[in-house]
């Protein structure tokens, strides 16, 4: 459904995206992340065709956006971070403006509308003021915006920025109504949404795609040894022992003491093997209560920051060099292409001559039979 193949956007020497490659199927709900400055409202932005790319191809449901980009972004539906909208139209007013923008055909654009407002939940507002709505309706008259038409892919940039809880839920579950018969590209900084509603994830850093994967892979990978909470009563303060009788413990770390003074307790290992049972033994031994124990869980944030921290930013050396490697391997390749070509002519006039050959020598055999033929007759 969206084909983003070796795109590249520099602005003089900054490269705002480089080389980046990702596809997003049918029917998908794909988040999109990364730190401010990454790439994604650039990367948003080719998709939408609002920008071109410096090299590269982008194919939304089949068509490349800069060869046919009025069929390419007919298939969109765009929802920019901020609701920007017409303060002095009504919520009817501004969809139906939106409907007009992306040449719903008249006729069918009363229908467009409705059914947009309908599916937003917009109907009691919508002949309302835009600049009067509170910031979670603002949101829905933004998304009925985008569907409205019914364009198969949704790019939603931010859609909870701002919201209260109520209203973010509200959002969720409209975005997850979507699911069955759009694609839906989200970008956000609320990870813990993203984890909720997205099949797959697309991190960007520093111009880059860093990882695409689902969330519970890119979780466990990045999981590392096990860790443990542990709530204890410990009358006796002899918690500490367990690290010195049981070797995968690294570290003992006191989190909370709690009001019936129980202690909560996060337990390092240097193993990824689980060792609840041995600490069961050696609590037991130690007169220790276990009141909770659970596996510390690795969330899609833990993830993310251990993808994206301490990647080295490229020096101007650096992005120089990488280019001059880029345009020798591209001239290697069109060299390649060259002497491949020429290679395919001569076996293409070896071809024709040995054809030609053919031809002559089977008009001789033909010619030298009918003489033979005539011959015999004769006599």
Do not use: W
Not at 38 to 49: Q, R
Not at 151 to 159: G, R, Y
Not at 371 to 379: I, Y
């Amino acid at each position: 459904m969206i084909k983003v193949k070796n795109v590249t956007k520099k602005y003089d020497n900054f490269y705002a995206v480089r080389n980046i490659n990702f596809e997003i199927k049918d029917g998908e709900i794909v988040g999109f992340l990364g730190r401010n400055g990454a790439g994604k409202t650039t990367t948003m932005n080719l998709i939408t065709g609002f920008i071109e790319p410096t090299e590269g191809e982008i194919f939304v449901n089949g068509f490349n956006i800069d060869i046919k980009p009025k069929k390419a972004k007919a298939q969109i539906g765009y929802m920019p971070e901020g609701t920007p909208l017409y303060t002095d139209l009504t919520v009817r007013e501004f969809v139906n403006y939106m409907a007009e923008l992306k040449l719903v055909p008249k006729k069918e654009r009363r229908t467009a509308v409705d059914e947009a407002i309908k599916a937003t939940g917009l109907e009691k507002v919508q002949d309302n003021l835009t600049r009067n709505l509170s910031r979670g309706y603002k949101q829905r008259v933004s998304f009925a915006g985008a569907i409205v038409g019914n364009p198969k892919i949704l790019i939603l940039d931010e859609p909870t920025v701002g919201l209260d809880p109520k209203q973010v839920i509200e959002i969720r579950e409209l975005i997850k109504s979507f699911r069955k018969d759009h694609t839906v590209l989200i970008s956000s900084h609320i990870l813990s949404e993203i984890s909720q509603l997205c099949e797959r994830v697309i991190i960007i850093d520093k111009g880059e795609i860093v990882a695409v994967d689902t969330p519970s892979n890119l979780e466990s990978k990045t999981s590392g040894n096990l860790c443990l909470d542990i709530v204890v009563d410990d009358l006796n303060n002899s918690i500490m022992t367990l690290k010195d009788n049981i070797e995968e413990i690294e570290e003992i770390k006191l989190l909370e003491t709690k009001e019936d003074s129980t202690k909560e307790y996060i337990i390092t290992t240097s193993s990824t093997n689980d060792i609840r049972k041995k600490i069961f033994a050696e609590c037991s031994k130690a007169e220790i209560s276990i009141l909770e124990m659970k596996k510390y869980e690795n969330s899609l944030e833990d993830a993310f920051i251990k993808l994206v921290e301490d990647r080295p930013e490229y020096s101007q050396k650096e992005v120089n060099k990488m280019q001059y490697e880029k345009e020798i391997e591209e001239i290697r390749a069109e060299m390649d292409n060259k002497r491949l070509e020429k290679e395919n002519r001569k076996q293409a006039i070896k071809e024709e001559k040995a054809r030609k050959k053919a031809e002559k020598e089977a008009k001789k055999d033909a010619k030298k039979s009918e003489e033979n033929n005539e011959e015999g007759g004769n006599k």
